[in-house]
């Protein structure tokens, strides 16, 4: 089975900053695309950002682009999002995904929520 977890949410003041971490287990994000995805209230889901498989470069949404930053621990298996400079508009809930027939990010953008493999999420919070 399957599972993938993310941790590292909470409730932070604007211009703070969180980093989340997720980890699968029954899956290795070693050959695959992750991305971290965000849901806020009353809002459709949105890709934030986005690891790919091969060169292990990262692209974001152009709303956090400056601020956040995805990256891959091989020898942990984690992927992060180290989010700086938070804003009250990043509050959501975060979701890491991946699927095993997605090595780019491109293929993961166009998947979108019919990825795989999907987190619980860790809710974010950040306070005026």
């Known amino acids: 089975e399957v599972q993938i977890v993310e941790s590292g949410g909470g409730l932070v003041q604007a211009g703070g900053s969180l980093r989340l971490s997720c980890v699968a287990s029954?899956?290795?994000?070693?050959?695959?695309?992750v991305g971290w995805f965000r849901q806020a209230p009353g809002k459709e889901r949105e890709r934030v950002s986005c690891?790919?498989?091969?060169?292990?470069?990262?692209d974001y949404e152009d709303s956090v682009k400056g601020r956040f930053a995805t990256s891959f621990d091989n020898a942990k298996k984690t992927v992060y999002l180290e989010m700086n400079s938070l804003k009250p508009e990043d509050t959501a809930v975060y979701f890491c995904?991946?699927?095993?027939?997605?090595?780019?990010?491109?293929?993961?953008?166009?998947?979108?929520?019919?990825?795989?493999?999907w987190g619980q999420g860790t809710q974010v919070t950040v306070s005026s």
């Open positions: 995904a991946a699927d095993p027939r997605i090595f780019a990010c491109e293929g993961l953008a166009h998947a979108g929520s019919s990825l795989m493999y």
């Open positions: 690891i790919s498989e091969s060169d292990r470069i990262a």
């Open positions: 029954g899956f290795s994000f070693d050959d695959y695309a």
